[in-house]
Nanobody, 128 residues
Framework: QVQLVESGGGLVQAGGSLRLSCAASGRTFSSYTMGWFRQAPGKEREFVATISGSGSVTYHADSVKGRFTISRDNAKNTVYLQMNGLKPEDAAVYYC?????????????????????WGQGTQVTVSS
């Protein structure tokens, strides 16, 4: 089982940057595909970015490509989401999630149904 705790959210002006962190418990963190999702008020949760267990493969949603970057440090059991050039439409609760896609360490997934473990979320607010 994996427990996930997000941090790093907050209020930022449009054009600014934030880095979200997600700390995971457990000794097998590197075997999990990790993802970031977000949910704005009145909208469905949507995929943002995913990274393979090895960290060698990443995939970002078109809406954030070139602005957001997902990364991970398996030695620290942590996955990050660097967000640059934030826009008001990026405002949402951001969730970290873990998917067990073993034995592959290069698999990524944008399908939230494949993620069994979720954090509690961290709020990102972008002022215009």
């Amino acid at each position: 089982q994996v427990q996930l705790v997000e941090s790093g959210g907050g209020l930022v002006q449009a054009g600014g940057s934030l880095r979200l962190s997600c700390a995971a418990s457990g000794r097998t963190f590197s075997s999990y595909t990790m993802g970031w999702f977000r949910q704005a008020p009145g909208k469905e949760r949507e995929f943002v970015a995913t990274i393979s267990g090895s960290g060698s493969v990443t995939y970002h949603a078109d809406s954030v490509k070139g602005r957001f970057t997902i990364s991970r440090d398996n030695a620290k059991n942590t996955v990050y989401l660097q967000m640059n050039g934030l826009k008001p439409e990026d405002a949402a609760v951001y969730y970290c999630a873990a998917a067990d896609l073993a034995p592959s360490i290069v698999a990524v997934s944008a399908n939230e149904d494949e993620y069994a473990y979720w954090g509690q979320g961290t709020q990102v607010t972008v002022s215009s």
